[in-house]
């Protein structure tokens, strides 16, 4: 496959109806994430799993008119080369998914590696930013007119990015530009620069798609922002907060960079200082554990005062699988996208805070961002 290769057409089954269907195109489409998204989604479609974890699947976004997940195509870019189907086994070896589930959607994932396009820039890429953005926006573009989509929504799932040099866009800024190019909604679920980049403020505010963003929230971040305002609820003195990550797979090397693993604890950070009176004293810090693989544990140490200046502590440990954890998110974002694209919505998404550390608007504990997106359900659902 070369990066000219022409995208091939969607060759399974139309769905009902022929109606059209929705593209969600991945970047970092042969990663972790990715993959436990595709698959998931094919299981969900064919019935083979429960849907647990979507919250688009829940009475809440009942008459939203969301696209079905039986209509989702997906595609993507990657620089990594595994293909599709042999990362799904590695993540069944990994203990992500259940040993059967690949085989049972072989054919899903076989179509989905042929819609996977180089991405980039690698070292030594001579081709100038403009060349880039031009060559990925054409790719969505093909992608959505080859396989007769009715619009696509792009979601940046790719390992974090350390900061670029001065005066460059980074890869994720490339792919958002790309996307808002193309015409396509725009979803940034990692901590990576995208559309935050300076150089990309009057193409974000000038958008005439939906977007969303920053890093998505599948773990500690998730758990300190019930935490933190219960103990300001309660009002408990929080004096210090620390914390620590360990993590192996792709993330884990990537965060292994001081500069990318500043750029993740700056959410967790952010819900403790929106979310207390104070800020209080402790870092968070994140090590690579190769042996963890695609498994995580976060621990938290919590130092508080109680009434007449009693010495408290709270410990948390969060052990989970983080692609596990964030690929029903993904597909909760993908399909509310396409649907504020279909009502014609355009910028950043209010109420989609519960999904992110870093939002783009909206309250910072987990209940007032649970009201914000009850009521981005009913918004999508007036419109119906």
């Known amino acids: 496959m070369t990066a000219h290769d022409a995208p091939q057409p969607d060759s399974g089954e139309r769905s009902p109806g022929d109606r059209p269907r929705t593209g969600v195109w991945l970047i970092g489409a042969r990663g972790s994430v990715a993959t436990t998204t595709i698959v998931g989604c094919a299981a969900l479609a064919a019935g083979l799993q429960p849907p647990t974890g979507l919250l688009t699947e829940t009475p809440v976004f009942a008459d939203s008119a969301l696209p079905p997940l039986s209509d989702l195509l ?46 980039g820039p690698e070292r030594g890429d001579t081709r100038t930013t403009e ?40 890869p994720s800024s490339l792919y958002a530009a790309a996307a808002l190019r193309a015409g396509c909604g725009y979803v940034n679920f990692t901590p990576s620069t995208g559309l935050h980049h300076p150089d990309l403020q009057d193409t974000a505010r000038a ?8 890093d998505g929230k599948t773990g500690q971040t998730l758990l300190r922002s019930v935490l933190a305002p219960m103990f300001r609820s309660r009002a408990l003195t929080v004096r210090a907060w620390s ?15 001081p500069a990318a ?95 992110f550390k870093d939002p783009d608007s909206g309250p910072a504990d987990l209940a007032g961002q649970e009201r914000e997106l009850a009521q981005l359900a009913e918004r999508l659902a007036d419109r119906a």
């Open 131 to 170: 060349e880039l953005i031009e060559r990925f926006a054409a790719d969505l573009t093909d992608f959505t007119r080859d396989n007769g989509l009715e619009r696509t929504v792009v979601v940046n799932v790719a390992s974090t990015e350390p900061a670029a040099a001065q005066g460059q866009l980074p």
């Open 261 to 355: 693993a500043a750029a993740k604890n700056a959410g967790k950070e952010r819900v403790l200082a929106e979310n207390l009176p104070e800020v209080p004293e402790g870092e968070v810090h994140i090590d690579d554990v190769p042996a963890l693989g695609d498994w995580k544990t976060a621990w938290d140490h919590i130092a508080f005062d109680g009434f007449l200046g009693s010495r408290m502590i709270l410990q948390t440990i969060w052990q989970g699988c983080d692609s596990a954890l964030a690929a029903p998110l993904v597909l909760d974002l993908a399909r509310i996208l396409a649907r504020a694209d279909a009502l014609g919505l355009r910028g950043p998404v209010d109420g989609l805070g519960f999904y």
């Open 74 to 119: 997906f595609g993507g870019h990657d620089t990594a080369c595994t293909p599709l189907p042999k990362r799904a086994e590695e993540l069944v070896g990994a203990g992500v998914l259940a040993h059967g589930l690949p085989t049972a959607v072989a054919a899903e994932l076989a179509a989905v590696e042929r819609r996977i396009r180089p991405g």
């Open 207 to 214: 958008a005439e798609v939906p977007y969303a963003g920053r």
């Open 243 to 257: 914390g620590t990550n360990l993590l192996g797979g792709g993330d884990g090397a990537a965060l292994a960079d």
